[in-house]
């Protein structure tokens, strides 16, 4: 919305749309992942109104910022690598989930994970035309302050995706029971 350049806002708008289901409103991601808690036994209220682990709540503040700071290369940036890492990180989780579907949890409902997969490589191909349509504007593209802030928006933007991965890393480790790990570990 806030980009002065229409062919990116078209291609930020084709993610944005996805992500609210492409017109097929039971396809909105925040329904699937509705449903996919409720497959597990999580009462979709109380999940909504627990607090946030402060790394996750550091990751959306930090998104917000990047998004909303009025800097459209930083904010590109960020789009571009949230974007371009996306599909590894399903990649990696997927496998896990399929694991506790079949050995914990047969009712598990992982469409969320799978159907916002499927979308990634259309995220992704909309982020490279976004950042074609911004080398294109000018004969030079970028100016290297333009290229300076996008690789901030990059760099910021993969900081905060780990930084939100290694708290959850440390809310399960703290979940764990002490013989749990050193079982695991062995």
């Known amino acids: 919305m806030n980009t002065e350049d229409e062919t990116v806002a078209d291609e930020l708008t084709k993610v944005l749309y996805s992500e609210l289901g492409d017109g097929r409103t039971h396809l909105r991601h925040e329904l699937l992942y509705r449903d996919f808690l409720r497959s597990i ?5 109380r999940a909504m109104s627990s607090p ?4 996750t709540w550091a990751y959306i503040e930090g998104m917000e910022q990047l998004y909303s ?3 459209h290369a930083k904010a590109l940036g960020a789009s571009f690598g949230l974007e371009n890492m996306a599909i590894t990180m399903w990649d990696h989780l997927i496998p896990g989930l399929t694991y506790l579907k079949a050995a914990r949890y047969p009712h598990m409902d992982i469409t969320y994970f799978t159907f916002h997969r499927q979308l990634e490589s259309t995220h992704e191909e909309a982020m490279e035309h976004a950042v074609a349509a911004v080398q294109s504007t000018t004969n030079a593209g970028m100016s290297d ?5 996008f690789r901030y928006g990059v760099n910021t ?3 905060y995706l780990e ?4 708290g959850l890393e440390r809310r399960g480790s703290l979940d764990r029971e002490p013989h749990e790990i050193h079982h695991h570990a062995a």
């Open 41 to 45: 036994g999580i009462d979709v209220h």
């Open 145 to 149: 302050q333009d290229m300076h802030d």
């Open 163 to 166: 930084n939100f991965w290694m």
């Open 69 to 71: 700071d009025g800097n």
């Open 157 to 159: 933007v993969l900081g």
């Open 52 to 55: 946030m682990l402060p790394s």
